[in-house]
């Protein structure tokens, strides 16, 4: 049987730290330097030297301030605040190489689509069809006390709202401008074939967006599309509109199950159930021997915030933890926030029973998602575990440290993984659709969704 190839994205964040709260205190750690261009360009080429898929930033609007009821854990940890925007970073990077995609994240809660579309499109075209689009539609109610957003913030609305805003989008991106438009013809003093630039006329439920797309088509049009929600809201509106999905769980039948029920929403919205890439969070730390591995992990684990932690998981799950014993059994709470958290913590497994010291020891490294300590070798056998036995496609890889946590993992398990035949030697050449899914397949596919808003100028023909 042909082994899967994996597919690989460094997991970060335009801020501190990250998902390792605590972390930045470690002598070698580097993410103090967020606020730097040339921080962000030697992490792309580190990256890109390691035949990394792409670089995924995560983002938030809003602050943890769950955790005690207050923000001042959250701004003295540094735990994902002071952070900065995510999608200015990457003209940058794109410039300084020539491979590496980029997934930024967005909230269909906070941006406007209009606005939204031009500025995708502007990067696509920098990049030259290097993005992607992680779609969330934002959990922190912090966040909501800066931008009105009135009623739109309950769990199930807010999937609601990004289903419009995604056909917004969709409209804007695929169906406004005909694939000609542009004809640059100098003689004629024409730029633009006007006949062929529509109006989208869009008039729903939450969103009025008449006009036609600022932008002309990108090399992808529509960025690559990458969703994080995990919950069976989230499942159903990543298996209609997601290419690639990310999850983070805490072990092989969590993922295994998120994965076979995913592929089912697939298969329900009419799409091919492996046309939906899945990426599940993981942390390496590697080492050249077993010893080496294990002491870098326990020197790491020295560095691990508790208030942190758990300022990070109160926030994504909307249970304030600082309210419970540090050997208190967690148990299921309804709230507003990513609701998979907890599911995750109570009825994946209902033999495990998850005390709040356990679950800021877990999360403090890392974040939500296992942590594998090993050889390149051992590190190796776990990816091809979990791809045999969870049916992913790739890994999220979360820093305890950066750029260290990447760099010795592009040193030492990418080399390996080449070795057995499982990760690329070389890139593709294309957009980032193409070196995802193949040459030739810049483009949405023709049983996504989005591309029925194809032909939007002959539609409108047909209909007036």
Not at 240 to 263: G, I, P, Q
Request: charged share 25%; with cysteine; glycine share 8%.
């Amino acid at each position: 049987m042909k082994k899967k190839r994996i597919y690989l994205n460094a997991f970060d964040m335009n801020c501190v730290a990250h998902q390792s709260p605590g972390l930045w205190v470690h002598p070698e750690d580097q993410s103090h330097r967020y606020k730097d261009i040339e921080y962000w360009v030697e992490l792309a080429q580190i990256l890109e030297k390691g035949r990394f898929d792409g670089l995924f930033i995560a983002d938030v609007i809003g602050i943890y301030d769950v955790y005690g009821n207050d923000k001042s854990t959250t701004v003295k940890e540094a735990t994902q605040v002071p952070v900065n925007d995510p999608i200015l970073l990457v003209s940058a990077m794109a410039n300084a190489t020539k491979h590496l995609g980029f997934g930024i994240t967005a909230s269909t809660t906070f941006e406007h689509p209009y606005p939204f579309a031009r500025r995708m499109s502007t990067l696509d075209h920098l990049t030259k069809g290097r993005v992607g689009w992680n779609i969330v539609t934002s959990y922190l109610e912090s966040g909501t006390k800066n931008i009105e957003v009135g009623d739109k913030f309950e769990h199930s609305k807010r999937y609601d709202i990004a289903d419009e805003y995604l056909e917004v989008l969709y409209k804007l991106w695929e169906g406004s401008w005909e694939d000609d438009a542009v004809v640059r013809d100098k003689e004629k003093r024409v730029f633009t074939d006007s006949d062929k630039v529509h109006e989208i006329n869009h008039h729903g439920q939450y969103f009025d967006v008449p006009g036609i797309h600022l932008c002309e088509p990108s090399p992808q049009r529509t960025p690559v599309l990458y969703q994080a929600g995990a919950s069976e809201k989230g499942r159903k509106f990543a298996g209609k509109h997601a290419e690639c999905t990310f999850v983070s769980a805490f072990n092989k039948e969590a993922v295994a199950a998120y994965v076979k029920d995913l592929r089912e929403q697939a298969s329900l919205n009419g799409r091919d159930p492996q046309d939906i890439k899945v990426f599940t969070l993981v942390t390496p730390i590697v080492g050249r021997t077993e010893e080496e591995a294990q002491a870098k992990y326990e020197e790491y684990a020295k560095y691990i915030s508790y208030e942190g932690a758990l300022s990070l998981v109160s926030g994504w799950s909307g249970v304030d933890f600082s309210e419970y014993d540090p050997d208190q059994e967690i148990e299921y709470i309804e709230t507003n926030a990513i609701k998979s958290v907890l599911e995750h913590l109570t009825k994946t497994d209902p033999n495990k029973k998850w005390t709040v010291r356990e679950l800021a020891n877990f999360a403090g490294i890392g974040g939500m998602g296992p942590v594998f300590v090993g050889t390149p070798e051992q590190i190796a056998d776990t990816f091809e575990e979990w791809i045999d036995d969870t049916d992913i496609d790739g890994f999220n890889l979360a820093y305890a440290i950066t750029p260290g946590t990447f760099k010795d993992f592009s040193e030492l398990v990418v080399p390996e993984l080449q070795k057995r035949g499982l990760f690329k030697t070389e890139y593709e050449e294309g957009t980032l659709r193409e070196k995802l899914y193949g040459k030739g397949k810049a483009k949405l596919p023709e049983n996504h969704v989005g591309s029925s808003y194809r032909n939007l100028g002959h539609q409108l023909k047909v209909n007036s």
